[in-house]
C-alpha cells in the first residue's frame, strides 16, 4: 500500500467527519432554530385543547370557592401528594376548619387524621397549626396577597406561594412545579436545571396573559401525555413543534 492509499484514507475520514459535522451542526442549528421561535400561543392553544376531558388538578377545583385560605392548606396537604388523595383530605380537614383561629385550636391528632393517607401527614398537621397560628397572630387572621410576605410563612414555598396568589387571590404569579419544570425544558421554551430557575425565566419571556393558567395546564399536559418518563409523543398534538429535549423513550411512532 502506497502513501496514495493513505492519503486517500486520510481525506475521506477527513471528508466523512466533515459530513458528520456539518449534519450534527445542520440539526443543532435546526434545534436552536425551532427552540429559539418556540411558538408559545400556538402551542398553548393546542395544549388547552388536548387536556380537555382530563380531570382538574385537585387544588384548582378547590380554588373554585374563591378563598385564598383553602388554596394555601390544599397546597400543603397536596405536597408530595396525589390528587385523588388531595382533594378529598382536604374537604375532611375544611369540615373541621374553615380559618386560621379555628384550625390552630385543632389537636394534631384530628388534622392527622382528616388530611390521612397524604404524604408526610404528622409534619403537615403541625406546620399548618403553627401557620395558622403565625397568620392569626401577624396577619390579623388573613392569607397575605404578595409573594414577599407569602414566602415568610413557614413551610410556604415558592411554588405554593405563587399558587395561593393566582388561584387564591387572582394575582398574577408563575407556578412551576415538576411538571411545568420538565415540559418547558423539553419544549426548549427555558433550559434551566431547578424549577426556581425556571420561574425566573419564564417570568421574563412567557406573556404575562399567560401566567395564570400555564401551571394548571401544564400540570394536566404532564400528568396525561407529555409523561416524566416515556411521553406519549406519537400521539401529542404539538409533536411537529416540540423539539422534545431530553426526551430519550417515548410512546407513539413520533
Ligand atoms: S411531543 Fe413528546 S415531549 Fe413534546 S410535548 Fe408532546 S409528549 Fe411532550
Known sequence: MGDGFFKNSYSSKINAFLLIRIAFEGKKSELVRIIMEFPISKVLLRVKKAVRGFRTPSVTVISQKND????????????????????????????????????????NAKIEKAIYPAAFFRNKAQSLKELCKNLVENYDGQVPDKLEELLKLKGVGRKTANLTLILGHDKPGICVDIHVHRISNRWGYVQTKTPDATEMVLREKLPRRYWKGYNDLLVT??????????????????????????????RGAS
Open 68 to 107: 385564598p385560605f383553602a388554596v394555601l392548606v390544599s397546597c400543603i396537604i397536596s405536597l408530595r401528594t396525589r390528587d385523588e388523595v388531595t382533594e378529598p383530605a382536604s374537604a375532611r380537614l375544611f369540615k373541621l376548619a374553615k380559618n386560621p383561629a379555628q384550625l390552630m385550636k385543632l389537636p
Open 221 to 250: 399536559f404532564g400528568q396525561n401525555i407529555c409523561k416524566p418518563v416515556s411521553p406519549f409523543c406519537g400521539s401529542c398534538a404539538i409533536a411537529d413543534t416540540c423539539p422534545k429535549v431530553g426526551v430519550t423513550t417515548r
